[in-house]
């Protein structure tokens, strides 16, 4: 399927990292609001066409899909462009900064028969993919609990000026710091937990101002620790928190009536699986892991569904193939199937973010209004 990028900025070089791995996605050119930045990216990634606009983009009539990578606050505005031109669409996360907003673009794509699916991908990884089937399998029994951590460290106080991409662009501090950091990474796990368990019924959420000072001017003030205790119509119970102030976190841990599953690294495609048998005897054995482990009777590592196999071609390795959605979104597409990444699951998930980063707002408890159709598992697990 033939693509085009628009917004050339940090995240942009990750995606053209991992292109070399889908050969099924032609990207015929890219546009940035940004004339030297447009000219760095397509100059280090050897681009040949840059569009002037982004009518000149939706005017080329071999594109078939935009790929919709500019700052949050734009992303309702060039999704909708490109919808209303006919185009399916793939955007970076949220799908749109206000729910009324991300509403309107799930109906117009349903009204057009087009696809538009939201970052991020991650559950198409091989981890999430392996989480989910041994959740099928019934390897824990019930599950009943979720504790999931999405803690980055204290990024205010590292050197996040000097942060830049592969092609130059720099880390985009003011509008990570604006848009919030729930916002921006929340859907990581809130992406599997909706897979692996169905749609929310509920969420009851905090949000708080830690450090207002950033280090750089602020046009607005977002809360950069947040905290949501999350119903889920089938069951489950998830405590989930987000901040960029507690020490780099990210386990998941699901606990179930006969063991527990678990993972550290939500952003590694090929993070490793555990699993831990839940009876009397390592009850008692939770209080002591050392010695558990002596025992035998601490976690088992589960073999990941396929390995973790991709190129990244530059900046060094990275564990994500931030690719694989757009290639996924493509083949939906071309296939005239729902996709993996659906349109209502992305706005379900849109309506949980911005519920437990913005609680006043939103209100909490809130109860979500939006559902999805389950999704599928990849063939391959």
């Known amino acids: 399927m033939r693509i085009a990028i628009i917004g050339c900025g940090y995240v942009a070089d990750f995606y053209m990292a991992t292109l070399i791995n889908h050969p099924q996605l032609e990207l015929l050119g890219v546009h940035d609001r940004s004339d030297v930045r447009a000219k760095a990216f397509a100059d280090f990634h050897r681009v040949k066409q840059i569009y002037p606009t982004l009518d000149a983009v939706l005017a ?18 060039v999704s909708r462009a490109a919808l209303e031109a006919g185009r399916h669409v793939y955007s970076e996360k949220p799908l749109a900064m206000r729910l009324d907003e991300a509403e309107a673009l799930v109906r117009l794509a349903e009204s057009r028969q087009l696809q538009i699916n939201s970052a991020p991908c991650s559950l198409l990884s091989e981890t999430a993919q392996t989480l989910w089937k041994a959740l099928r399998e019934n390897r824990i ?24 991409s592969a092609s130059g662009a720099p880390w985009p501090a003011k509008d990570e710091f604006e848009v919030g950091c729930t916002l921006e990474h929340a859907g990581y796990y ?5 897979a692996f368990f169905g ?33 889920f119509l089938s069951g489950p119970v998830a405590r989930f928190t987000c901040s ?6 990210h386990r998941l841990r699901i606990f179930g009536d006969r063991g527990s599953l678990s993972t550290s690294h939500v952003w590694d495609y090929g993070a ?26 601490g976690p088992r590592t589960v073999p990941l569904v396929r390995k973790r196999n991709f190129k990244y071609r530059t900046g060094g390795a990275n564990p994500m193939d931030f690719c694989r ?45 939006s559902r999805f159709e389950p999704l599928e598992p990849m063939p391959w697990a």
């Open 141 to 164: 029994g019930t599950p009943r609990l979720i504790y999931a951590e999405l803690d980055d460290g204290n990024v205010p106080q590292r050197d996040y000026w000097n942060w830049a």
């Open 325 to 369: 959605g757009i290639a996924e979104t493509a083949a939906a597409a071309r296939e005239d199937r729902a996709s993996r990444l659906s349109a209502r699951w992305s706005l379900h998930v849109n309506e949980l973010v911005l519920a437990m980063q913005d609680p006043t707002s939103y209100g909490s408890p809130r109860d979500i209004a």
């Open 244 to 249: 960029l102030y507690a020490p780099h976190d």
């Open 190 to 194: 809130l992406t599997w937990l909706t």
């Open 60 to 77: 080329d009539e071999r594109v078939q899909l935009v790929v919709n990578l500019t700052n949050p606050s734009s992303h309702y505005a």
């Open 199 to 231: 749609p929310a019924s509920r969420i009851t959420s905090f949000a708080k101002i830690l450090q207002p000072d950033k280090g750089i001017e602020l046009a607005v003030q977002t809360p950069d620790f947040a905290t949501a205790c999350i119903e």
């Open 272 to 297: 490793a699986v555990r699993i831990t048998t839940r009876n009397r005897f390592t009850g008692r054995a939770e209080k002591y892991p050392t010695l558990a482990a002596l025992a035998g009777l």
